[in-house]
């Protein structure tokens, strides 16, 4: 079965590893932040890191399947290459929030929309399949 999908499971990777990277940030925040678990609230600077995880973690679950069901659809490389934006956008969503909340925006439409794109794409790529149109 990877063997069909060698590029997207490819992309999933690096967004999982993204995954961890940012919730390896929240346990350093801790530390610097003096904030003991199970404690969410700290100071702004570790209420951003944690937003970050936690934002991730919520869009990480639209993100899966949609990049799935577009693969299945439409194919390995399309689908590896709409969903390689979003651990770039996490990236960046990442960075750019930890610095100021108003930085966050740019990650997150990146990262949104290539879950968008798939999630859609899938949808056309379905009703396709099933001949409604």
């Given at each position: 079965m990877l063997s069909n999908y060698p590029f997207t499971v490819l992309v999933l990777a690096l967004a999982l590893f993204v995954y961890a990277w940012v919730t390896m940030r929240v346990g350093a925040a801790r530390g610097k932040y003096d904030v003991q678990a199970p404690a969410t609230d700290g100071p702004p600077e570790f209420?951003?890191?944690?937003?970050?995880?936690?934002?991730?973690?919520?869009?990480?679950?639209?993100?899966?399947?949609?990049?799935?069901?577009?693969?299945?659809?439409?194919?390995?490389?399309?689908?590896?290459?709409?969903?390689a934006f979003w651990p770039i956008g996490r990236i960046l969503y990442a960075v750019g929030y930890s610095k100021a909340p108003e930085k966050r925006e740019v990650g997150f439409g990146i990262s949104f929309l290539a879950t968008a794109i798939l999630l859609i794409g899938g949808l056309v790529g379905i009703v396709m399949e099933l001949g409604v149109f």
């Amino acid at each position: 079965m990877l063997s069909n999908y060698p590029f997207t499971v490819l992309v999933l990777a690096l967004a999982l590893f993204v995954y961890a990277w940012v919730t390896m940030r929240v346990g350093a925040a801790r530390g610097k932040y003096d904030v003991q678990a199970p404690a969410t609230d700290g100071p702004p600077e570790f209420q951003r890191v944690f937003r970050t995880q936690m934002n991730t973690l919520e869009q990480i679950v639209m993100f899966v399947p949609a990049l799935a069901i577009f693969a299945m659809a439409w194919g390995d490389l399309p689908a590896a290459i709409v969903g390689a934006f979003w651990p770039i956008g996490r990236i960046l969503y990442a960075v750019g929030y930890s610095k100021a909340p108003e930085k966050r925006e740019v990650g997150f439409g990146i990262s949104f929309l290539a879950t968008a794109i798939l999630l859609i794409g899938g949808l056309v790529g379905i009703v396709m399949e099933l001949g409604v149109f």
